[in-house]
C-alpha cells in the first residue's frame, strides 16, 4: 500500500494474523502452503556451495506446482564464524535469495539460529560448551546476530509469511537450562527482531516436545512471538506414543492432536510434517488423507512440507543418516512424487476454496493447570509425557466414534457451550477441584479417571461422591461393565485408591471387591469416575482390534455420564 505521501505503508502492507488465526495480507486470507527448503546438490553447504541457477530453478518449481511459501534456513556459523564477527558476504547472498523468492511472489520464512541441523550440530566459533539459552554471552550474541539477520530481512517484511527464531531449539542446551532462562532468551531475542524489522510476525519453530515433553520451551511461555508451530513425523521411537506404521489410526492422531492443543494457546502453523518414507503410496496417502483435514479441521494455518527435493549431496549429516537423503516432494525430474500427488492436490484446494469452521467441541479433554513440572514446585505431580499419551489415546478413540474434541485449559474459565469434560489422569490443585465442583453442580458433565489419593480434597469428596480409605498397591485388575470384562492394568502411581462411597453409585467393583467406576450426581450436572487410569492402558495396547474395542467403554460411560 502507497500512501498519500508516495512512501510504501509497511504495516499495512505486511502479514497479519486474524481474528481467526488465519493469515491475511492486504484484507485477503492466505494459507501458506510449501516446503522446507535445502538444495538437492550441497543441503544445509547451501551459503557456502552458493549454487544460484539451482536455487532458482527450485523456486521455479515451487510456483509452477501451486506452492506459495519456502521456509530456509540460516546456518549460524556461515553468517557468524566466531562469535562478534559477521560475514558480510553472506548477508549479501540473503538480500540475492530474498529478491528471487520476493519477484516470484513467494511467502518467505527464514529460520535464524540454525546450530543444529537435520542430525549434525554447526555452532559458530566460541559457543564451545557454552549454554545457548543461559550464558550471559549466548543470551547477547543470539539477539545480535537475530537482530542484524533482521535488519538485513527488513526491506522484505512484505514478502515475508513470518521469522523463525530457529530450527527445533529443543537441543540439549534447553534440557539443561531452567526454563526461565529459556523464556529470557526468548523475549530477548524477539525484542531485538522487532526493533530491526517491526510489523513482521514471529514464531519459534519447534517439534511436538512442546506438547508431549518438558524441555523447557512450553505451551503459553514463549514471550514476543505470535503464533505457534507444529513439527511431527510418523515415526515411532520419536514419539512417546507406541504406535505401527502409519497407516495405525493412533500415528494419524498425532499430527492432528499436537494442532489442537496448539491452538488452545493461540493460532498454530504446521511448519515442518511429511512422511519421511515416500516410496509407499498405499501407506502415504492413508495417513496423509487422514492427517491433513484434521489438522486444518483443528485450526491449522498453513502446511510446509518436509522437504522440497531428495539431497544428494555426500556431505555431514547426510552422510551418516541416509535417510535425510530422502525426503523430498518432488523427484529429480520436478515431478511430484507418485506417494505424495494427494497431498499436493490438497495444498492446491486450500486457496480456492472456502476454509472450514471449526466446529464446537462436544467433549474437550483437560488440560491441567500446572501441565509442566520442571522447576515448577505448584506441579501436584503431572508429568507431559504421560498426560500426552493419555491424551492421545482418549482423541484418538473419540474422534474415530464421531464426537468433535477439544482442549480444556485448567487456567482459563471453561467455553460456555462446553457440557462434557474428560479428565485423563491428571492430577489437580486444589484450586481446579473447587473450580471444578462448582462447575459441575451449575450442569456441567465429568469423565474423570484416576483420580489420585493425594489430590483428593473435599471438593473430590463431592464430586467422585466416594471418600478416600486406603492406598493399596497398584495392580492389574478386572472389571465387567457393559456384559464385557475389561482389564485395567495402569492405576495413578501413588497408589491405587480404596473408596468408602458416599452419594455416588457404583457401576462396577474390581475382582479383589474394591468400588472401581462410579456415577455421582452432583447438583445439575454428573461424574463419573473411574478409580484407575485407563488411557494408559489404552495407550500401550498396539493391537489394533484390542484398541479399538475401548469405543464400546467410552460409549457406554459417555451414555451414562449423559443419563438423567
Avoid at 235 to 245: A, E, I, K, L
Wanted: charge should be neutral.
Amino acid at each position: 500500500m502507497v500512501t498519500a505521501t508516495g512512501i510504501k505503508d509497511v504495516a499495512n502492507s505486511a502479514v497479519t494474523l486474524d481474528a481467526r488465526g488465519y493469515f491475511s495480507k492486504s484484507g485477503r486470507t492466505i494459507v501458506p502452503v510449501g516446503v522446507n527448503y535445502w538444495p538437492g546438490s550441497c543441503g544445509v553447504e547451501m551459503w557456502q556451495a552458493w549454487p544460484e541457477q539451482e536455487m532458482q530453478h527450485d523456486l521455479d518449481v515451487m510456483r509452477n506446482l501451486g506452492l506459495n511459501c519456502v521456509r530456509f534456513f540460516l546456518r549460524w556459523p556461515d553468517f557468524e564464524p566466531e562469535l562478534g564477527r559477521y560475514e558480510e558476504g553472506m548477508f549479501d547472498r540473503l538480500r540475492k535469495y530474498m529478491g528471487w523468492c520476493a519477484q516470484r511472489g513467494m511467502l518467505i520464512h527464514p529460520s535464524l539460529v540454525i546450530g543444529g541441523m537435520s542430525g549434525g550440530n554447526f555452532w559458530p566459533r566460541g559457543k564451545d560448551h557454552r549454554n545457548l539459552f543461559a550464558d550471559p554471552l549466548m543470551v547477547e550474541r543470539s539477539a545480535a546476530y537475530c537482530g542484524k539477520a533482521a535488519g538485513v530481512l527488513a526491506p522484505f517484511r512484505e514478502n515475508m509469511i513470518a521469522l523463525d527464531l530457529g530450527n527445533e531449539l529443543g537441543i540439549r542446551d534447553a534440557w539443561e537450562a531452567p526454563p526461565a532462562a529459556i523464556r529470557h532468551w526468548c523475549q530477548t531475542v524477539t525484542d531485538a527482531i522487532r526493533a530491526a524489522c517491526p510489523h513482521t510476525l514471529i514464531v519459534n519453530g519447534l517439534d511436538s516436545g512442546q506438547v508431549s515433553v518438558d524441555y523447557g520451551w512450553r505451551l503459553g511461555e514463549q514471550p514476543g512471538t505470535d503464533f505457534y508451530s507444529a513439527h511431527t513425523y510418523p515415526v515411532p521411537g520419536w514419539n512417546v506414543v507406541p504406535f505401527d506404521g502409519m497407516t495405525d489410526p493412533v500415528c494419524q492422531a498425532i499430527l492432528p492432536f499436537n494442532v489442537l492443543a496448539s491452538r488452545a494457546f493461540g493460532p498454530v502453523m504446521v511448519q515442518e510434517f511429511g512422511t519421511i518414507l515416500t516410496n509407499g503410496k498405499p501407506e502415504c496417502e492413508s495417513y496423509l488423507k487422514a492427517v491433513l483435514p484434521a489438522c486444518m479441521k483443528n485450526g491449522a494455518n498453513g502446511f510446509l512440507w518436509w522437504c522440497f527435493r531428495d539431497v544428494s549431496a555426500q556431505v555431514h549429516p547426510y552422510i551418516k543418516g541416509g535417510f535425510e537423503g530422502r525426503l523430498g516432494l518432488v523427484d529429480a525430474q520436478d515431478r511430484v512424487k507418485p506417494s505424495l500427488e494427494w497431498a499436493m492436490d490438497y495444498f492446491r484446494s486450500l486457496n480456492t476454496q472456502p476454509l472450514p469452521e471449526r466446529p464446537a467441541a462436544q467433549i474437550a479433554l483437560y488440560w491441567p493447570r500446572e501441565y509442566y513440572k520442571r522447576d515448577n514446585e505448584r506441579n501436584p505431580g503431572n508429568d507431559p509425557s504421560n498426560q500426552f499419551r493419555r491424551m492421545i489415546a482418549a482423541y484418538h478413540l473419540l474422534t474415530q466414534m464421531g464426537h468433535n474434541v477439544g482442549i480444556a485449559r485448567g487456567d482459563l474459565p471453561f467455553d460456555p457451550a462446553l457440557k462434557t469434560l474428560l479428565i485423563t489422569g491428571a492430577a489437580l490443585t486444589s484450586v481446579e477441584s473447587r473450580d471444578l465442583e462448582a462447575w459441575v453442580r451449575r450442569g456441567g458433565r465429568v469423565l474423570w479417571s484416576g483420580p489420585t489419593w493425594s489430590q483428593w480434597t473435599t471438593s473430590c469428596d463431592a464430586l467422585i461422591g466416594a471418600q478416600p480409605v486406603d492406598i493399596r498397591m497398584p495392580k492389574g485388575i478386572t472389571v465387567t461393565l457393559f456384559g464385557e470384562k475389561w482389564s485395567l492394568n495402569n492405576h495413578p502411581s501413588d497408589g491405587r485408591v480404596a473408596a468408602r462411597v458416599t452419594t455416588a453409585k457404583v457401576l462396577a467393583i474390581s475382582d479383589d471387591g474394591l468400588p472401581t467406576l462410579l456415577s455421582n450426581a452432583l447438583g445439575d450436572g454428573k461424574v463419573v469416575t473411574v478409580l484407575a487410569t485407563v488411557e494408559d492402558t489404552i495407550a500401550h495396547t498396539v493391537d489394533r482390534a484390542a484398541r479399538d474395542r475401548w469405543r464400546q467403554w467410552y460409549d457406554g460411560l459417555l451414555t451414562e455420564l449423559a443419563a438423567k
